[in-house]
Nanobody, 122 residues
Framework: QVQLVESGGGLVQPGGSLRLSCEASGSIFSIYSMGWYRQAPGNQREMVARLIWGGSTNYEDSVKGRFTISRDIGKNTVHLQMNSLKPEDTAVYYC????????????????WGQGTQVTVSS
């Protein structure tokens, strides 16, 4: 069974920074991509940043230039460095691993973490 464990959320003042981390564990053979999504109350879940294991990245327009997604080479771990945070960044942030294939050959598809709260407020 593949699991994602997120860490790094919390309360920060506007203009501040936070770093989220997500580690995938279990019998993993390969992962196609890992990314961060967020959902604010009353809103749909949206993609924030995604990193494809071949190296390309995608960002939601409102976070470009402020957020950076990265991975630990050789590990199934991604980080989201969030700078110049704004109140509108407040949401529960979820990590997602896409196209997960297990060591047994099973295609798990998408796997989600439990979410971590990010609150930007003075």
């Amino acid at each position: 069974q593949v699991q994602l464990v997120e860490s790094g959320g919390g309360l920060v003042q506007p203009g501040g920074s936070l770093r989220l981390s997500c580690e995938a564990s279990g019998s993993i053979f390969s992962i196609y991509s890992m990314g961060w999504y967020r959902q604010a109350p009353g809103n749909q879940r949206e993609m924030v940043a995604r990193l494809i294991w071949g190296g390309s990245t995608n960002y939601e327009d409102s976070v470009k230039g402020r957020f950076t997604i990265s991975r630990d080479i050789g590990k199934n771990t991604v980080h989201l460095q969030m700078n110049s945070l704004k109140p509108e960044d407040t949401a529960v942030y979820y990590c997602k691993a896409g196209g997960v294939r297990t060591s047994g050959g099973t295609l798990e598809g998408d796997v989600w973490g439990q979410g971590t709260q990010v609150t930007v407020s003075s």
